[in-house]
């Protein structure tokens, strides 16, 4: 299971559900169920998230791309691979582009002791 703890108590989970429930894979909580941390603390703050889901989504399908046209595979096996393994990243992406947005990118969010 897939780590996405809050970034201050790094206690409390960010997600309600795990990843591979995949209807239900985005629910997030909006805050912290430890500490309380608002993790949305401005309005449109995920929204950079999407443009590292979408640079590794971009990354996957190029290996994929150049692993499968070094093998010879013909164009529908190429395309049905990387529609495919887009696909079944993308609760990984979607979870990790936010955790990064969290962690990474968010100076106020650093780990507190105090809160464990």
Do not use: Q
Not at 16 to 37: E, G, M, Q, V, W
Not at 50 to 78: C, H, K, R
Not at 97 to 103: D, F, G, P, S, T
């Amino acid at each position: 299971m897939t780590a996405c703890k809050c970034p201050r108590c790094r206690t409390g989970h960010m997600f309600r559900y795990p990843t591979y429930d995949i209807i239900h894979f985005s629910k997030a909580y909006d805050n912290c169920p430890h500490c309380h941390l608002k993790y949305e603390h401005e309005t449109g703050f995920f929204w950079g998230a999407m443009y590292i889901s979408y640079s590794f989504s971009s990354g996957l399908m190029i290996v994929f791309g150049v692993l499968a046209i070094n093998n010879d595979w013909t164009f529908m096996n190429i395309l049905i691979t990387i529609i495919g393994m887009a696909l079944l990243f993308t609760p990984f992406f979607f979870r990790y582009a936010r955790v990064i947005m969290m962690y990474g990118i968010s100076p106020n969010r650093k780990f507190d002791p105090k809160y464990l």
